[in-house]
T-cell receptor, first 113, second 111 residues
Framework: DVKVTQSSRYLVKRTGEKVFLECVQD?????MFWYRQDPGLGLRLIYF???????EKGDIPEGYSVSREKKERFSLILESASTNQTSMYLC????????????FGPGTRLTVT | GQNIDQPTEMTATEGAIVQINCTYQ??????LFWYQQHAGEAPTFLSY??LDGLEEKGRFSSFLSRSKGYSYLLLKELQMKDSASYLC????????????WGAGTKLIIKP
């Protein structure tokens, strides 16, 4: 079974803090994604990566950065957390073939106060 | 522009059949996915359609009409555990093959 894990289920941070969210997948998937999920909205893509050290902006990259130094790990960084970044953050991975489904981690619920 | 529409919430009775609709407008359609998401959990893959017609997988079936920009997910013999949100997502060639997601349909099953 594909397993995607995220470093925390719940996080509470203060405005202005730098926040790191970690995601690890164990199926040697080429593609990894970071989404945020907010009530009443579809999942919105923040960043994605097709390969180690490769990254592409999604629909809402402002205020975020990412790092992919190893194939299995994709990190999302909030440079200076703000209250409007309070959300559920979901990491996903998929095989290189773009027809493949994405496998999701359990999510990190981040609250910025 | 790109748009995915699904009903916000639906209610059905245990043992019955329910159809969840999804309509989409994208410039470069390249496949449609359905995911299930239980409250507080990760979305899990249910089905994928790229050609017109019906795909059946046990109690769940998914239908696609590309000319109408329309899909539905059909759930038969509903069980209480089917209470979840159902997410429709369209892959778009013109968005670097990324998924465009609907807001999801919350399905409530009553005994």
């Amino acid at each position: 079974d594909v397993k995607v894990t995220q470093s925390s289920r719940y996080l509470v941070k203060r405005t202005g803090e730098k926040v790191f969210l970690e995601c690890v997948q164990d199926m040697d998937h080429e593609n990894m994604f970071w989404y945020r999920q907010d009530p009443g909205l579809g999942l919105r893509l923040i960043y994605f990566s097709y390969d180690v050290k490769m990254k592409e902006k999604g629909d809402i990259p402002e205020g975020y950065s990412v790092s992919r130094e190893k194939k299995e790990r994709f990190s999302l960084i909030l440079e200076s957390a703000s209250t409007n970044q309070t959300s559920m953050y979901l990491c996903a991975s998929s095989r290189g073939d773009r027809t493949r489904e994405q496998y999701f981690g359990p999510g990190t619920r981040l609250t910025v106060t | 522009g790109q748009n995915i529409d699904q009903p916000t919430e639906m209610t059905a009775t245990e043992g019955a059949i329910v159809q969840i609709n999804c309509t989409y407008q994208t410039s470069g359609f390249n496949g449609l996915f359905w995911y299930q998401q239980h409250a507080g959990e990760a979305p899990t893959f249910l089905s994928y359609n790229v050609l017109d017609g019906l795909e059946e997988k046990g109690r769940f079936s998914s239908f696609l009409s590309r000319s109408k920009g329309y899909s539905y997910l059909l759930l038969k013999e509903l069980q209480m555990k089917d209470s979840a949100s159902y997410l429709c997502a369209v892959r778009d060639r013109d968005s670097n093959y990324q998924l465009i997601w609907g807001a999801g349909t919350k399905l409530i099953i009553k005994p």
